[in-house]
C-alpha cells in the first residue's frame, strides 16, 4: 500500500470498558471498521493510569 505524501492522524480517548453498539469492546470495532474502511492502520494502546473529566486518580 503506498501512503499519500499527505496523512491525518485520529486519536481517539475512551474507557476500558466502553462499548460498542453490539457489546464488542469499543477498540475492536474501532479497529475493525478502520481495516474495512481502508485505513493505513490503527494502533490500540492501553493507559493502565489516568485521569479524566474528573481529574481524580
Known sequence: MELPSQCV???IFFGE???A???KPLHEAIVIKARETGMAGATVLRGPLGFGRSSVL
Open 9 to 11: 492522524l485520529l486519536r
Open 21 to 23: 453498539a453490539d457489546g
Open 17 to 19: 470498558d466502553d462499548k
